[in-house]
């Protein structure tokens, strides 16, 4: 499963931007982009790849922990993770590289 996805390799960490604050409202876990002041909500899976992103995995890995945790079929999981980490790259949520980023700041929920 191992590949390169346009400038970044699958084998690639994805981490945390440090310009996200981490929050649980209501259950959820929400992403606060200090920079742009934008919010983003994770649902159940999403949150759990945030979980993982903050330990410095790579897109394969975490491709695989998805595809387990989860029971989808592990094409269907590369494709839609892909998707996310794209699309939080793009909001300025993540980056890549070889080691991660200082983590996120999580704050308790109140």
Request: charged letters at 15%.
């Amino acid at each position: 499963m191992r590949g390169q996805i346009g400038q970044m390799s699958t084998s690639n960490c994805v981490v945390p931007s440090r310009d996200v604050v981490v929050r649980r409202l209501n259950g959820e876990q929400v992403l606060f982009h200090i920079g742009s002041g934008h919010c983003f909500g994770l649902d159940t899976v999403g949150a759990s790849v945030w979980e993982q992103m903050e330990t410095g995995r790579t897109i394969e890995w975490l491709a695989g922990f998805v595809s387990g945790r989860f029971q989808v079929d592990p094409d269907a999981c590369m494709s839609d993770l892909l998707a996310f980490t794209s699309a939080l790259r793009q909001h300025g949520l993540s980056g890549s590289g070889s080691r991660p980023l200082l983590n996120a700041r999580l704050l308790s929920g109140g």
